[in-house]
């Protein structure tokens, strides 16, 4: 019997966990995690670049730019280069984690409580196990506290960069399962951001900032087209939000949020697709790239490596994303299905949830972000944290691979089963078992075919076929 759609389970029958997706979601899926793959194959590129110039004869140019300070004093603007990509382009990456939320709150995984119990207990453990990994390291060592965050975000772009890398494709029931964890991530840094790591906060500038929002909702939902309405006036939130000591990047989450996904008459795209369309690919090529750039580019040596394991505050971070990520998303999943009515897809096996659990922790983009803000009294102390993600990132990445690599030839099967397309209709046949007019087709093309292969038996009977042997 063919799994049904997650979500949606008979009354009295056990749903269905990482079932088959809907059509459109698919689609849709395919779409986005394409430009992320990409972004994350650009990721990796800049995150390497970095490493490269920060450890060798470049590193005082690199230093020299990065640090390197421009913006009007009077606004609170005059910023590093590295804390204008911090600030300023990283925005973007969170107004598309916001439209990305909106999107799965209104019409994906996260509409139905049923099906959206599933992967938010499982991010939410995802979240919280390795926060206590870094705490007890920390702790026991008698390290410094405040990095408790650095190790609980997923970097979608980072991990499909590595899948692109790996040449390993996963089911989208699986790649779904991990954009979700992925977007519940990300709105749990962002809320963790502005509590935990926001300070001296103006009331006057967030005031500001929270009347500009109002006025971009107000315009977005009453009809009012035009960049150049909304560009300035982002601009404004954002200048606004910067100056009231909340971190600048929540005004991109929050201005993603208030963007409709819903479709009216006369429209072919909500406003919110056709804004993440024209704004994804510049948030995953250019945005998270550059920002990668400046903030991966710490000093490498035998003993900072040594110390990644031996300081408590970085034993904490490694220890958070390879295994407090795994365990935290693995049990979270595992038990949500256990005392829920939801059983794991027959054509799955928890082994892939696995897998997906330990691709989780590869954490970068959002990691990288929160250790500035942790240690941002201490140099040494946030480049150090920023080593340990890149190391627990890469072993998370290593031993992900070779899980995903066992079940490589099960991946295959299921994604040529879900991309047939037999009777070229540009729908999978899957989605089509159940339509009369698709096995009418299908009898139709295999009665040509047998005509074609009887055809052919008649050709090679009248063919002399005797073999005389050699001369």
Do not use: Q
Request: charged share 20%.
């Amino acid at each position: 019997m063919s799994p049904r759609t997650p979500g949606s389970p008979p009354r009295g029958r056990r749903s269905v966990f990482l079932g088959r997706l809907p059509l459109g979601e698919r689609k849709y899926l395919a779409d986005a995690l394409r430009t992320e793959t990409v972004g994350g194959t650009l990721l990796l590129a800049a995150a390497v670049l970095a490493l490269l110039l920060a450890n060798t004869g470049l590193s005082g140019l690199y230093e020299s730019v990065r640090d390197f300070h421009l913006g009007p004093e009077a606004l609170h603007l005059n910023l590093s280069v590295a804390d204008w990509a911090k600030d300023g382009l990283l925005t973007l990456f969170f107004f598309v984690a916001g439209i990305e939320l909106k999107r799965e709150l209104v019409a994906g995984e996260l509409r139905d409580p049923r099906a959206a119990a599933l992967p938010i207990v499982s991010a939410l453990c995802g979240m919280a196990v390795p926060a206590l990994f870094y705490l007890a390291s920390a702790a026991a060592g008698g390290g410094d506290l405040h990095g408790w965050a650095i190790p609980m975000a997923t970097d979608i772009a980072f991990a499909l960069g590595v899948l692109a890398v790996l040449g390993t494709g996963l089911p989208s029931a699986l790649r779904a399962f991990l954009l979700t964890l992925a977007v519940v991530d990300d709105l749990g840094a962002i809320v963790i951001i502005a509590v935990f790591y926001s300070a001296g906060i103006s009331l006057g500038a967030l005031a500001g900032a929270v009347a500009g929002l109002a006025v971009f909702w107000f315009l977005h939902h009453r009809g009012v087209r035009g960049w150049y309405v909304y560009v300035p006036l982002a601009v404004v939130v954002w200048g606004l939000m910067h100056a009231s000591g909340v971190h600048a990047t929540v005004a991109g989450v929050a201005m993603g949020l208030m963007l409709r996904c819903t479709v009216r008459e006369g429209e072919r795209t909500s406003p919110a697709a056709h804004i993440e369309h024209l704004v994804r690919p510049l948030s995953a090529g250019l945005a998270v790239p550059l920002f990668a750039l400046f903030a991966a580019g710490v000093a490498v040596s035998g003993g900072a490596l040594t110390d990644v394991f031996t300081k408590p505050e970085t034993l904490g971070v490694v220890l958070g994303l390879l295994v407090g990520k795994t365990l935290g998303v693995f049990g979270g999943a595992w038990a949500a299905a256990r005392f829920t009515r939801a059983e794991l897809n027959r054509d799955l096996a928890w082994a892939d949830v696995l897998a997906v659990a330990t691709l989780s922790g590869i954490g970068f983009t959002v990691s990288l972000l929160i250790s500035d803000l942790a240690f941002a009294g201490g140099a040494a102390l946030g480049d150090e944290a920023k080593a340990a993600v890149l190391t627990g990132s890469l072993l998370a990445a290593l031993v992900a691979g070779v899980l995903l690599k066992l079940r490589a030839r099960r991946h295959r099967s299921l994604l040529e089963a879900e991309d047939r397309d037999e009777d070229g209709d540009g729908v999978p046949d899957v989605y089509e078992e159940h339509d009369p007019d698709f096995h009418l087709r299908m009898a139709a093309l295999y009665e040509a075919r047998a005509d074609e292969h009887r055809r052919l038996a008649e050709v090679a009977r009248g063919r002399d076929v005797t073999d005389d042997g050699p001369a």
